[in-house]
């Protein structure tokens, strides 16, 4: 069984300063990783993912993560947040077995403040 | 964009009575899902489906069932809705070619 745990449950910070979410997993399985974004009253949507290759991945808005397989961890990092980055972030887990049913195990959430 | 919709988007009921949430994929996509999201806990797996009439339960499926009847239709019932069922659920399908999934705008449970 996989678990995810993200280590921050608030990150205030001033926009324009770098900012990094962490986030750490446990598996006995290889995993594909995700990071999602919840604006206000939305749904959730895909920042990156993680499927193979390499380990540094860029997604939308400037964001981008790396993994970490020696230390289970599937960081996030913006170099300049934005006031419209605000929103909460979850970090998340799906296994690759061949009965990968695409099931996604999530982390806590943690809400970035961007300060002006 | 998996067009999702979710629906009814509120709604408040009383302890003990039946709930049906639907959720509506424009999409062809085999996978949908239902999950609860709940502050401080993310969100967690209810139920599944892997095609018309396979199902499954995720880790919180106490209290819950689901049908998927048609491709593009998948049914969350409370058969006698409790207060700790107040929460948050969100439908999501998946793209079997990227991996992603794509989530509907929620539906917000309160039961009195």
């Known amino acids: 069984a996989q678990s995810v745990t993200q280590l921050d449950s608030q990150v205030p910070v001033f926009e324009e300063a770098p900012v990094e979410l962490r986030c750490n997993y446990s598996?006995?399985?290889?995993?594909?990783l995700f990071w999602y974004v919840q604006y206000p009253n939305q749904g959730l949507q895909l920042l990156l993912k993680?499927?193979?290759?390499?380990?540094l991945v860029k997604g939308i808005n400037g964001f981008e993560a790396e993994f970490n397989k020696s230390q289970t961890s599937f960081h996030l990092r913006k170099p300049s947040v934005h006031i419209s980055d605000t929103a909460e972030y979850f970090c998340?887990?799906?296994?690759?077995?061949?009965?990968?049913?695409?099931?996604?195990?999530f982390g806590q959430g943690t809400t970035l403040q961007v300060k002006p | 964009d998996a067009g999702i919709t979710q629906s009814p988007r509120h709604k408040v009921t009383e302890t003990g009575t039946p709930v049906t949430l639907r959720c509506h994929q424009t999409?062809?996509?085999?996978?949908m899902y239902w999950y609860r999201q709940d502050p401080g806990h993310g969100l967690r797996l209810i139920h599944y489906?892997?095609?018309?009439?396979?199902?499954d339960k995720g880790e919180v499926s106490d209290g819950y069932s689901v049908s998927r009847s048609k491709t593009e239709d998948f049914l969350l019932t409370l058969e006698s809705a409790t207060s700790s069922q107040t929460s948050v659920y969100f439908c999501?399908?998946?793209?079997?070619?990227?991996?992603?999934?794509?989530f509907g705008e929620g539906s917000r449970l309160t039961v009195l």
């Open positions: 489906s892997y095609g018309v009439k396979d199902t």
């Open positions: 998340a887990v799906s296994d690759q077995g061949s009965s990968n049913t695409g099931k996604l195990i």
């Open positions: 999501a399908n998946r793209d079997r070619t990227t991996g992603e999934l794509f």
């Open positions: 598996s006995s399985v290889s995993v594909y």
């Open positions: 999409e062809n996509h085999r996978y």
């Open positions: 993680y499927l193979s290759g390499s380990t």
